[in-house]
């Protein structure tokens, strides 16, 4: 719409003011976003160096390029890296960040302030938790298991510190996003029309809320126990080791939810978008991320089947598991059936959702198997956990922030990346994301546990292609980097509407002005209203 | 469309039916039932993947873009559809849970008279140890290289494993050797379970095949993690009773062992071995039984309960006993000698 009159036409955020300084105390929402972008993407090249050199030491049998000791300490900052500082923030803080308060109308989130000191949160918890490297290092895995963890190491300490401190930067950005999405919503915004991106940022939000104090208490008891030797989970201090498991896990299951409902939502952006369609079942997508977001409090336990816990307790929690199979099915079912009788244009966003919903359906089979106790037994701890969750993290998560990136990307910088290398980065990334995890499902049903630095020589042909895959990887972001950056600089003009979306950040200037809207839109209609 | 994916499905499902496809082969009973929830979930997932990705793949396809302007079908849902796209996973959810939940309930559950060896797990090592006071530990092969510890079980008998964690050092001070997590898996029976710091764990099996088979650690315990490996052997019933009683025997059972303790330690003062009360519960037939503790709730009397007792007698109190009488004996018994204990208290019938 022609919200972007000719002598505004270049007035927009990344002009309204200038500088540095005008970023670093920014509160526009979108330049908290872009804020958000930068450090993310640093993020993750660090983690992915991390990913690199552990299939690396892990194409021979044996030592490779590393020792042992060197093995545990990559293998934990790249954990803890890509879950607290990469996909965590990744898409609320990055792209639900710029996008949430456009999509419904709005100005700016709720609290303006605090989501900029979300990001120094962000800034600081990671600084603290890489302060560990110079302590040594931690070698404890991203888990932080008890007892293991308790050496009185201020590497630990760091670590257990920074993901406190960084866990504030989520909660800031949840509770914004509650407030936002309740309060400032444009007329006519009604909560049935609120875009699927923002529900699912919604639900996503009140997990953060809720579930991230208790990752914060459980860090703060982990530290006060290497720093002053409280016996909460050392057995030999009267603790229970298992039940740090207990308190980790009731975050960090949720959190699996935070990394990948986010995900779910650019997914239902992409395929409406792409297949020029109104969405196959919006009131059942909307609330299976709510329903998912509710039990996902309830079935922590799964990841401790073999812990030593009760065999009624391991029941419920398998039960409890199942039932969370179902939203995500029904998911599956609609974005498909939203394809059927559409007109779909096969642009790289609209790959990468595509590759997504492949590589997601595998993820979410997998959790089948996990959830079912009996296999469980065997596979817990095993390579087919880890081949699971990289399934559903990067194969969801990851596939679905490219995706948004290539997609929302001529909104926020108003210029068009290369469509054909943005293909070739997920042609790339798709096929060795495959070559790397596929393989690691068998090695995981042989019998190969995870955190392994080293294998039996039957394990190795395997081992191997997965190594070679991780690297096409690498290429692939290595590709998607350059065409991001030549898209920055040398990118065809896009216009307000590339793709013919409908949701409301198309009705604005690309990139949008300071304020979003130059005059505050009116809905009439629901987001997705392609007749 | 409907054609292409059932010749493929027609060709992968005899060999997924192969019931163990990725799997190692199944040593068990509960290994091959494992596998055939295994093989279920194998086919359903696959099925559910062409519906799903070749539904997808079909209307990409069929669907695609021809001009800028196309028109497309408004179509916003569809009760019938999402009731049963829904109910049916639902369904299949729910049966392989209680599948599940039936072969896991026969994992937690030993059968009576099942031979008893001690695990113990520690960094980066582990060592069983056996009621007539053999010991196996790891040693060095002819290339002096590591040769893991090598368990032997009778084969077609069933095999508890009463599993605890230790200090790389038994007697040590040092805060730094603490006991860690460690995980008992043995793939060929697809089974596993943590060794926890502090308490007893345990699990069975009865390996039906004569062979060698690996156990892996699973839990992450530091740099030796994977170097945290040990061997059981499965061996006709009479030549494992012919290598239990050869060579490196111990020079008495646990059970003597614990008898000598319970003198040694005083614990006869206060806990008669015959049934009459003396200042605590008697030993006799104390095992299995079940106890009312101060304070209400009850506790039955197994390896853990008596651990407990020994290192900390207050944590439970047995009725119509006064508390604060024993002594704790946490560092004056080995762990060792409380397991010795604990196979005494056990022949107590
Ligand atoms: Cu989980």
Known sequence: MATATAHHENSNYLNHEKGLWSWLTTLDHKRIGLLYFITVALFFLVGGIFALLIRTELYSVGETIMTAEQYARVMTYHGAVMVFLVIIPGIPAFLGNFFLPIQIGAKDVAFPRLNLLSWYCLLLGAGIALTSLFFGGADTGWTFYTPYSIKHSPAVICMALGVFVAGFSSILTGLNFVVTTHKLRAPGMTMNRIPLFVWALYSTAIIQVLATPVLGITVLLLAAENIFGIGFFDPALGGDPVLFQHFFWFYSHPAVYIMILPAFGVISELITTFARKTIFGYTAIAYSSLAIAAVSFFVWGHHMFVSGQSEFAGIVFSFLTMLVGVPTAIKLFNWMATLYKGSINLSAPMLYALGFMFLFTIGGVTGIFLATIATDVHFHDTYFVVAHFHYVMVGGTLMSIMGGIFYWFPKMFGRLCNDAWARVSFVFIFVGFNVTFFPQFVLGSLGMPRRYFDYLPEFQHLNRISTIGSYLIGIGFIVGLITIIHGLLKGEKSGPNPWGGKTLEWTTASPPPHENFLTTPVVTAGPYEYR | ?349
Not at chain 2, 41 to 63: A, P
Not at chain 2, 194 to 213: C, H
Not at chain 2, 233 to 246: G, H, I, T
Request: hydrophobic share 45%; net charge neutral; aromatic share 12%.
């Open chain 2, 1 to 349: 469309m409907s054609f292409k994916p059932l010749v493929l499905l027609s060709l992968l499902l005899p060999g997924v039916a192969g019931a163990s496809t990725f799997m190692p082969p199944a040593a068990t009973v509960t290994a091959g039932e494992v596998d055939s929830v295994y093989a279920f979930l194998l086919i359903t997932s696959l099925i559910s993947f062409i519906i799903l990705i070749g539904g997808m793949i079909f209307f990409v396809f069929k669907y695609k873009r021809k001009s800028a302007t196309d028109k497309t079908a408004y179509i916003t849902h569809d009760h019938t559809l999402e009731f049963v796209w829904s109910f049916i996973p639902f369904l299949i959810f729910m049966f392989v849970f209680a599948w599940g939940w039936k072969i896991y309930h026969d994992m937690r559950h030993s059968p009576e008279g099942a031979l008893e060896v001690h695990v113990m797990a520690k960094k980066w090592d582990w060592r069983f140890l056996y009621k007539n006071g053999k010991e196996v530990t790891s040693g060095l092969d002819d290339k002096g290289q590591k040769a893991p510890a090598t368990m032997v079980v009778p084969v077609g008998k069933p095999v508890k494993l009463i599993m605890a964690s230790e200090k790389i050092s038994a007697g040590s001070t040092d805060p730094m050797d603490r006991p860690v997590l460690h995980s008992f898996f043995i793939p060929a029976a697809r089974i596993k379970q943590d060794v926890v710091p502090g308490r007893y764990t345990t699990m069975w099996f009865q390996l039906d095949q004569p062979g060698d088979y690996w156990v892996f650690c699973t839990e992450f315990c530091g740099s030796g993690h994977s170097a945290m490996k040990a061997r059981i052997s499965a061996v006709p019933v009479a030549d494992f009773e012919k290598w239990l009683a050869a060579e490196g025997t111990g020079e008495m059972t646990l059970a003597d062992k614990g008898r000598a303790l319970y003198s040694s330690k005083a614990c006869a003062g206060c806990h008669s071995a015959d049934g009459t009360r003396v200042v605590g519960p008697t030993f006799k037939s104390a095992w299995g039984a079940s106890r009312d503790i101060e304070g209400g709730g009850k506790a039955t009397v197994d390896e853990n309960y008596v651990r407990e007792s020994i290192l900390n007698p207050n944590a439970k109190v047995a009725a119509g006993y006064p508390a604060g009488v024993m002594p704790t004996f946490a560092g004056q018994l080995s762990d060792d000698d409380v397991k010795a204990l604990i196979e005494f208290i056990k022949t107590l019938k």
